[in-house]
């Protein structure tokens, strides 16, 4: 008889989400559910009636990771709308930029999917904060990837969280030559530290797909071979950048593109009926909790095509490189694989920036309300945005977030696996669920924590 | 290295209302010209990911973390909190990192100060903008704070600070500050 176990909240990854699984008696998935309980609202609201130079910005905070992507994939959908070509050597700050977000993103992944994987020839699972050699140089590699791809985002974007270079209409400012040398350089550093990186991470994931089982909280749990595997197709829009419904012959079509809601596609009201208090961290949700993804999942399920697909880097990987892995073992190998392809695109990005060159389009059209798009390909998949614009006002948008994609699609990748890996299974999509706030409160048994300090 | 001897962080979400008060108080900021070892960041809800994780303590001697913190005063009122005095979790749920805290990591060996401010409305999970008016006010009074920890001096004095809260408010909520 089928069990259902919930694992909330998912950790490791940005933002609250939960797995709500149907298991049989040996532990398998039958149905999984894997559904976003961060609640964002609005900001479609939000943006109605602001000019096209805010709105980027309020998309920008919708998320504490991608702000890069949203900021890019929003202020391009606003050019898309209001049909401004921007120059040349603005495109390449931007491609500049997303590259540098790209990297760093890759790194931070590496820590957090490196304490599910195990040193090779032992059975010591890694902590990347570990002291210990061999470790510590990995941890210290890893920092320094991160470092620089947030220091050339920081050359590139002019701040390296949330950019305030870019514009309606191109950049700001172009960097000055000293800048693109610097840049230049940091990436002629960061290229033999990836490829060491992406060669060990495969390494590791190698050794781990071997294995014949592996241990989940003291569980030990046998490892498919079809860890992750699922029969949908793969979106990308992109190798590395993006497209946007200004281009001759744009790679998203918005008409193959339906949403529909979470209650058609989750399982309804159940009961938790298996407890497990040894999973890591913390255990599972109580027997007896009353779960119901149709009514929590706080996103609609986006369609291309009829079905849910894959983005990330697998999808551009299969797109544009025949890559033909499945599972989870296969998109993490994708994942690194674009390691080094980041500092080779951006050397090209690089060489081919003139710092002299004009950064702001001549004219900058008001709108006229068509409907415009553009999509981001963001760490973790395609971002696209729709904007319309009308006399410099916004009267709609809307964000497509990468995690949205995936979310039907991880779903359907949990089913087959043992419960014990479902968030494995769900690392491997690199989740970003949007951020909630980030308000620091009173403990819990209400005791004042500080002293005013100015009355 | 990405970040000097001293780092200002403004930590918040600005479509939270007044949880955008960090990220105010960096704009502010950015106005006044500061030593070339102080680094001002708008964080937004990348604090954990993008600074704490990234700090070295062999460079970052410092680090200023400007929020909001709901500690049961007035709205606008502005305290001083180390790492020890925060409750687990706040800065890390919302990113799930290792659920361990990247402040404790670096506690001991970078100076950490969270200059807190009590909050008046946060619309979590609804989005709204813009700070409160007790909010706004607070802003110039919590840059002087900051500067005061990182040891630059403007030439205005805490004595100041109180004499200018008196100006805002009414007669009655001198009295209530003062009882306090």
Known sequence: MSKVVEISPTTRHEGHSKLVLKVNDQGIIETGNWCSITPVRGVEKLA????????????????????????????????????????????????????????????????LILPDLYLPGTEVKINPFTAEEPVRTVAKRIQRLREIGQTIGQIAGGDC????????????????????????????????????????????????????????????????????YHNQGYLATHAFYGCSSLEECPSWDINRFKEVRPWDWYMGEMEVSLEEPR?????????????????????????????????????????????????????????????????YEMFDCLEALNTNGKVVADYIPDGDGSLGWATNEAPRGCDAHIARVKDWKVQYFSMLVPTTWNFATCSAALQGAPWQLAEVIMRGYDPCVSCATHMIVLDEENKVVAQKLIQ | MLYPEIVIAGCGNPLFADDGFGPAVIEEMEKLSLPDNVMIVDAGLGGPHFIFTLLDPEVTKKLVIV???????????????????????????????????????????????????????????????????????????????????????????????QEERRQHGTAETCSSDESR
């Open chain 1, 161 to 228: 969280i949330h950019p305030r270079n870019t514009r309606i209409g191109g950049m700001y400012r172009n960097v000055s030559e000293q800048a693109k040398t610097k840049m230049y350089d940091l990436a002629k550093e960061g290229l033999p530290l990836a490829k060491a990186q992406m060669d060990l991470m495969i390494a590791i994931l190698r050794n781990y797909q071997a294995r014949e089982s592996v241990d989940v909280g003291g569980m030990k749990v046998a490892l498919p071979k079809t860890l992750g």
């Open chain 1, 48 to 111: 109605v009636g602001k000019t096209p130079e805010q709105v980027p910005k309020i998309a920008s905070r919708v998320c504490g990771i991608c702000p890069i992507a949203h900021n890019l994939a929003a202020t391009e959908a606003m050019e898309a709308s209001i049909k401004c070509e921007i120059p040349k050597d603005a495109l390449m700050l931007r491609h500049i930029l997303q590259l540098a977000n790209r990297l760093h993103s890759i790194a931070l992944h590496d820590i």
């Open chain 2, 67 to 161: 929020d909001i913190a709901d500690y049961g005063a007035e709205p606008g009122s502005i305290t001083k909190l180390r790492v020890e005095d925060l409750p687990p979790g706040a800065y890390r749920d919302a990113h799930s990192w290792d659920l361990s805290e990247p402040l404790q990591r670096i506690k001991d060996r970078v100076d950490i100060t969270i200059v807190g401010v009590q909050p008046a409305r946060v619309t979590a999970p609804e989005f709204e903008e813009g700070l409160s008016e007790k909010l706004q006010e607070a802003i110039p009074k919590t840059i002087r704070v900051i500067l005061e920890i990182i040891g630059v001096d403007y030439g205005t004095t805490i004595i100041n600070l």
């Open chain 1, 279 to 343: 999973y890591p961290i913390g255990g599972t949700t109580k027997l007896g909790t009353k779960v119901n993804p149709q009514m929590e999942a706080c996103t609609g399920i986006p369609m291309y095509d009829g079905q849910p697909v894959e983005v990330g880097p697998r999808a551009r990987l299969v797109t544009y490189k025949n890559f033909d892995e499945k599972g989870t073992v296969g998109q993490n190998i994708a994942r690194e694989m674009e390691y080094t392809d980041c500092f």
